[in-house]
C-alpha cells in the first residue's frame, strides 16, 4: 500500500533530491499524491501532538485541510497581519519546495487565526491564544476535490543527515495515514450555564440608545455561555459530529497548549483561488421552520423585514468598499438572498472581483476585518463599544481564521459558532447585530439559536 514507511520515504527521498542542495537553514517542504484516508482519522492519529493541530473544512467540502505537528511557528502579540505576512514571505524565499501538483492547499501551507481585538486587555480564559498566531505544520493532509495530498515540511540544517530524518518523518507519517477512526467515549454534560444573560440584556439597550443618539450606526453584541462535561472532551468526535450536521458550514479546530478553538461557521470572510476573489458578507437571522410552509414563510418575512435588511445592508456597503480598493471587476447583487442553516436562516450577498497583483489574501482579511456582521459600523466607534461594554474577552470569536499557501491562494472564514474547549469545559459565544429597531428580548433569543451549532454537537440543549 502506497503509506508504508518504505513507499512514502522512497518517494519522500526522491523529492529530496530534487531540492538539493540546501545551503542555509531552510525550509523543505514535499508534497505527494497518496491513497485516499479518513481526514478525521488522521487527526485522532494525531493526539500525541496535542496542541500541535488543525483542521479545516470548507463550506461545499471540496477542500479539507489536517495539520498534526509544528513545523514553523509565528506568533504575535501585536496587531499580527503585518508580522504574519513578513514571517511568510521570508520563510518562502528560502524554502527548498517540491511540489508538482498546482492545487490548493498543497506543499507549504500556513493555518491560523488572530484575536478579534488586540487591544483588549488579555483575559486567562484565552491564555493559550496569542493576538496572531500562524503555523506550517510538519505533516499535512490535504484533501481536495477527491484527490489526496500528503505534505511534509520540516526545517533543515545545512550538515545534518537529512536521510535519517527523512526516514523517521516517513514512519511516523505513514502511521499518522494508517490508523482507523476509533470511537471515542463521550463525556456527559454535567452543567450548562449562560453568562448573565440580564446584563447583557442591558448592554444591548444601551446600544440601541447609542444608535439612536447617532454615535453609532450598529454593533454586534455577543455573550457566553459555559458547559462542564465529565471528562475531557475529544476534538475529533467533535468535528465528526459537527461535519454531519452544519453543512454549508466550515468546519474548524485550532489547537494551542491544552485548549482548542472549534467551529461551524456559515460565515467566509475572504476566499482567493488563481485570484479569483470571493467575499461574502452574511447578516441578518430569521429561525427555520418545523414545517415546510412555516420555512418559507419565515424566509419570506427575512427577506422583507426592514431591521434585518438594515443589519444587512451595513456589511454590504462596508465589504463593497473594501474590496474595490483592492480588486477589479467587483460584482455584488443588489438584493440578498437566503441562506439556510441546519439551525436558522440568514440574509446572505456574495461579492466577486478579481485580486489587484501586490496584494496578498492578509492585505484583504486585513481591509476586511472587522465587517459590520462582527463589529460594526463605523468600525472604529463600535470595537470601542464591545471593548468597554462586553464584559468578557472575544479572544479569536469572530475573527479571521483559516489558511494560505505559497501560491497566494488561501481562504479565511470568520469564526463565529465556535467554542473554545479546555480539558471539560467548553466556552461557547454567541452575537447579533444590533441596529436601532433591536429589541434585546428578541436578540437574546437570537443569540440562544446561534448557540445552538456548537451546544448540540456538545450533547447540550436549550
Ligand atoms: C455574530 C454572529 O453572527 C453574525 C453573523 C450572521 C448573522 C448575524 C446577525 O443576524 O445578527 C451576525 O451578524 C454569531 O453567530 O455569533
Ligand atoms: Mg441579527
Not at 468526535?237 to 459537527?242: N, V
Not at 470568520?414 to 444590533?434: D, E, K, M, P, Y
Request: a negative charge; proline letters at 6%; hydrophobic letters at 35%.
Amino acid at each position: 500500500m502506497f503509506h508504508t514507511t518504505s513507499v512514502l520515504y522512497e518517494q519522500l527521498y526522491k523529492s529530496f533530491r530534487n531540492v538539493q542542495p540546501i545551503e542555509t537553514t531552510t525550509l523543505m517542504s514535499i508534497t505527494t499524491h497518496i491513497d485516499p484516508v479518513d481526514p478525521l482519522a488522521f487527526h485522532q492519529a494525531g493526539r500525541s501532538h496535542q496542541g500541535e493541530r488543525f483542521y479545516w473544512s470548507n463550506h461545499d467540502r471540496t477542500l479539507t485541510l489536517v495539520g498534526v505537528g509544528q513545523a514553523v511557528s509565528v506568533d504575535s502579540e501585536q496587531e499580527g497581519f503585518q508580522v504574519t505576512e513578513e514571517s511568510w514571505r521570508k520563510l518562502l524565499q528560502a524554502a527548498a519546495v517540491d511540489n508538482p501538483y498546482s492545487v490548493s492547499g498543497t506543499g507549504p501551507v500556513a493555518f491560523g487565526g488572530f484575536a478579534f481585538d488586540p487591544l483588549k486587555s488579555p483575559s486567562a480564559t484565552w491564555g493559550d491564544f496569542p493576538n496572531s498566531s500562524m503555523m506550517v505544520p510538519t505533516f499535512l493532509l490535504t484533501k481536495y476535490k477527491g484527490e489526496y495530498y500528503i505534505t511534509i515540511n520540516t526545517i533543515v540544517e545545512p550538515g545534518t543527515s537529512v536521510e535519517f530524518k527523512l526516514e523517521s518523518l516517513a514512519e511516523t507519517c505513514s502511521e499518522l495515514l494508517e490508523h482507523a477512526l476509533a470511537p471515542e467515549a463521550t463525556p456527559y454534560l454535567v452543567q450548562q450555564e449562560e453568562v448573565a444573560p440580564e446584563e447583557w440584556k442591558h448592554i444591548v439597550q444601551k446600544a440601541t440608545e447609542e444608535i439612536k443618539q447617532g454615535t453609532l450606526g450598529k454593533v454586534v453584541l455577543a455573550r457566553e455561555l459555559i458547559a462542564t462535561f465529565s471528562n475531557d472532551l475529544h476534538v475529533t468526535s467533535l468535528l465528526s459530529i459537527l461535519e454531519k450536521q452544519q453543512h454549508q458550514s466550515y468546519i474548524f479546530a485550532f489547537e494551542r497548549g491544552e485548549s482548542c478553538f472549534v467551529g461551524a461557521t456559515p460565515e467566509r470572510l475572504v476566499k482567493v483561488e488563481d485570484r479569483q476573489l470571493l467575499s461574502t458578507c452574511l447578516a441578518g437571522t430569521i429561525p427555520r421552520g418545523g414545517t415546510k410552509e412555516e420555512d418559507e414563510r419565515l424566509g419570506t418575512s427575512l427577506l422583507t423585514d426592514e431591521k434585518n435588511l438594515q443589519e444587512h445592508d451595513f456589511v454590504v456597503q462596508m465589504i463593497r468598499e473594501a474590496i474595490e480598493a483592492c480588486s477589479d471587476e467587483v460584482k455584488v447583487p443588489t438584493e440578498p438572498v437566503l441562506y439556510p442553516l441546519r439551525n436558522l436562516q440568514h440574509l446572505y450577498t456574495p461579492v466577486q472581483g478579481k485580486l489587484r497583483e501586490n496584494y496578498s489574501i492578509l492585505d484583504v482579511v486585513k481591509r476586511l476585518h472587522p465587517t459590520p456582521a462582527l463589529g460594526g459600523y463605523p468600525v472604529k466607534e463600535s470595537l470601542e463599544f464591545i471593548r468597554n461594554e462586553e464584559p468578557f474577552h472575544r479572544g479569536w470569536y469572530a475573527s479571521p481564521v483559516g489558511w494560505f499557501d505559497a501560491r497566494d491562494n488561501g481562504e479565511f472564514a470568520v469564526a463565529i459558532r465556535s467554542a473554545l474547549i479546555h480539558r471539560n469545559q467548553a466556552t461557547l459565544f454567541a452575537g447579533c447585530g444590533v441596529v436601532e429597531e433591536s429589541q434585546p428580548e428578541v436578540e437574546y433569543e437570537e443569540t440562544a439559536i446561534k448557540f445552538l451549532p456548537m451546544l448540540n454537537a456538545l450533547g447540550g440543549y436549550l
